[in-house]
C-alpha cells in the first residue's frame, strides 16, 4: 500500500490516502526511506513540506508531525548505519566483489573521516543519498558515537526545515495548494541537489589540480 502511494508521486495524495492515520504514515514512510535501502525511491521532504501545509489548515497534528518524524529519521539512519556496520566485514572479506569493493571501503574511510559529520548532516536534504549516507558510514566504520550526535542533529535541521516551510508558506499559497504544490515540490528537489554538485565541483577541480604536471 505504502509503496503504492509513494509511486504516485504526489504528496498530497499520499497524506489524504493515509488519513485518519496521516501522521502515522507519514512517520513510518520517512523511517523506511532513511532506514531501509529499498525505500530510497519514497519522498521525504516533499512528503514533510506537504503535511506542514496540511497542518496549518488542521488536517494534520504539527506537534505529532514534528516529534514523530524527528524520532523516525534518527531511527532510520541508525538502522541504516547497523546495516552498513554488518555488512561492512563481509564486504571487506571479498576482494572480488562487484559492488562494494574493499577499495571502495577504504576510500570512503577516508571520506568519511575527513568529511564525516558534515555529510551525515547535508546528505539529509539530497534525496536517495540520505538513504545510503547511513550504511555508507557504518561500512566505513565510523564511531557509533560519532555518528549519533551527527544523525541527530541533521534529523533535527532536516524535518524543522522542511515541515515548518510547508506550514509558514501556508498562508502565501492560501486555497491553491493543488496548483502550486508539484512546482514548490519541484524547487525543493532543485534545492535539495545544490550541496552535491558544489562539492562534485570542488572535487573535480581539486582532482584536476592534482593531475596537473609540475612545471
Known amino acids: 500500500m505504502t509503496i ?19 501522521e502515522i504514515g507519514l512517520m513510518l ?8 535501502l529499498l525505500g530510497f525511491f519514497l519522498p521525504g521532504d516533499s512528503l514533510m513540506f506537504t503535511a506542514g ?20 529519521a534518527v531511527l532510520g539512519d541508525q538502522v541504516g548505519f547497523t546495516i552498513g556496520e554488518i555488512v561492512g566485514p563481509r564486504v571487506g572479506r571479498k576482494p572480488d566483489a562487484k559492488i562494494l569493493k574493499p577499495e571502495y571501503i577504504e576510500r570512503t574511510e577516508v571520506f ?4 564525516g559529520p558534515k555529510t551525515i548532516v547535508l546528505a539529509r536534504f539530497v534525496p536517495i543519498v540520505r538513504t545510503f549516507a547511513p550504511v555508507v558510514a557504518g561500512v566505513a566504520r565510523m564511531r557509533r558515537s560519532v555518528f549519533l550526535r551527527y544523525n541527530v542533529v541533521g534529523a ?24 502550486y504544490i508539484l512546482p514548490i515540490i519541484g524547487l525543493i528537489v532543485i534545492v535539495s541537489l545544490v550541496p552535491p554538485l558544489l562539492e562534485w565541483r570542488r572535487h573535480r577541480n581539486a582532482t584536476s589540480g592534482d593531475d596537473a604536471p609540475d612545471v
Do not use: Q
Open 4 to 22: 503504492s502511494l509513494a509511486l504516485s508521486l504526489d504528496p498530497k495524495s499520499i497524506l489524504d490516502s493515509l488519513s485518519p492515520y496521516g
Open 112 to 115: 568519511f573521516e575527513r568529511h
Open 29 to 36: 514512510i520517512i523511517f523506511a526511506e532513511t532506514g531501509l
Open 53 to 72: 501545509l496540511l497542518a496549518s489548515r488542521g488536517s494534520l497534528n504539527l506537534a505529532f508531525v514534528l516529534v514523530g518524524c524527528f524520532v523516525a
Open 156 to 179: 533535527g535541521l532536516w524535518v524543522v526545515v522542511a515541515t515548518l516551510l510547508g506550514y509558514f508558506l501556508a498562508d502565501l499559497i492560501g486555497d491553491s495548494i493543488d496548483t
